[in-house]
């Protein structure tokens, strides 16, 4: 099932999008490790936006990330299907154990799940 769906921004400055989503727009900084920056509110929705410059531990930057409460059984279906494993299912440092796969249209989708 999913849980929830980020979409991601590749950005080579993390603070280009400050006056429009924090200034104009309101939103907290929820996470900020250098390479990455996420925008958002404590509101039930959970909206967020990332600005990243790489996808972590040198990984490109997917084009989409979806939070799932699975991963074993959606990284084993994956796999059944023949969809392409781009990043094998790793625990990340920063807490989340996830996958890069390319979807049927040539996405690169990050699955993922916190620790």
Known sequence: MVKRIVANIKTD?????NLFYQDILELDVLMDHGWIKTLGTDEEANVQISFAQQGGNETEVPD???????I??????????????VYDITNED????????????????NILSHQ
């Open 64 to 70: 989409l990330s979806i939070e799932v409460d699975n």
């Open 13 to 17: 400055n993390l603070a280009k999008g």
């Open 72 to 85: 074993e059984k959606i990284y084993d279906k994956m796999k059944k299907e023949g969809f392409k494993i």
């Open 94 to 109: 920063w807490g989340v154990r996830r996958f890069f796969v390319k979807d049927p249209f040539g996405k690169v989708i």
